[in-house]
Nanobody, 118 residues
Framework: QVQLVESGGGLVQPGGSLRLSCAASGSFLSSYNMGWYRRAPGKQRELVGTINRGASGSTNYADSVKGRFTISRDSAKSTVYLQMNSLKPEDTAVYYC??????????WGQGTQVTVSS
């Protein structure tokens, strides 16, 4: 069973930056397109962005984060990153990575908390 370990969250002021990491076990990263997701308090989990597993590593983002967030990957380290800039209070959420598409019944990591507050 795949293990997904997210890290890098924390408390940051509005306008600040964070870089999240997601380490995946085995060949998970090379087998699937990957996505970053988030769940804000009282809301359902939503897709933040995706990165294609192919050589191009093409990415797509939700409108709410486009131009501020960037997804990248390091295949040698089996790690996917989420660089978050110009953070806003509405970005506060628990952030997860998983394959894309993913379902609630897939194996999920514990996530990493991001809090944007002054």
């Amino acid at each position: 069973q795949v293990q997904l370990v997210e890290s890098g969250g924390g408390l940051v002021q509005p306008g600040g930056s964070l870089r999240l990491s997601c380490a995946a076990s085995g060949s998970f990263l090379s087998s699937y397109n990957m996505g970053w997701y988030r769940r804000a308090p009282g809301k359902q989990r939503e897709l933040v962005g995706t990165i294609n597993r192919g050589a191009s590593g093409s990415t797509n983002y939700a409108d709410s984060v486009k131009g501020r967030f960037t997804i990248s990957r390091d295949s040698a380290k089996s790690t996917v990153y989420l660089q978050m800039n110009s953070l806003k209070p509405e970005d506060t959420a628990v952030y997860y990575c998983n394959k894309h598409p993913a379902t609630p019944w897939d194996n999920w990591g514990q996530g990493t908390q991001v809090t944007v507050s002054s």
